[in-house]
């Protein structure tokens, strides 16, 4: 262990009970610590510079475990920074999305659904990461910024397919 004193405050973190509320895992991915890791891609990510992350290449676990041993033999590292950008994080979430904060957001349905995904969680948990500041004193209606996320998405979905089979007719002429 290279850092008894961050082993325990990451326990710590994950057991904030907004956090465990928004990211709404079952028991399994949390016997798994499936937590631990997202709270770790949370905390490296968030103090990632851009350049870093042209490193990760195929291996996103090694990397990880490699900026968490980072982290954790930084005598600098700025545990009361970090702890409230992620506390303020799922505040934010919990307060206005709970549960639904990593569900996929349906449009067409107007609900959220499914199961927690990872790449919801790495957009949205990161952007108001990153963010948090100024969301804090804000009064961003976050909510409906993940919805416009979705409907974007959809309609890219759509454009994609409608341009792939555009593609497609073209090449029968």
Known sequence: MFNIEMFHWVKKLSQNEMFKECIALSERPIEEQYDIELLIRFLVFRTLEEREMKKIGNDLSGFLTDKMVEMAKNKEFNYTEEEAAFNKTFEILYEQMGSDSFRRYAPNKDKFLGGFLVSAYEVIALGIGYN??????????????????????????????????????????
């Open 132 to 173: 948090y500041e100024q969301l804090s004193h804000s009064h961003i209606n976050i909510s409906e910024k993940v919805k416009q996320i979705w409907r974007s998405h959809a309609s890219l979905k759509r454009f994609s397919s409608l341009a792939n089979q555009s593609a497609a007719d073209q090449n029968n002429w």
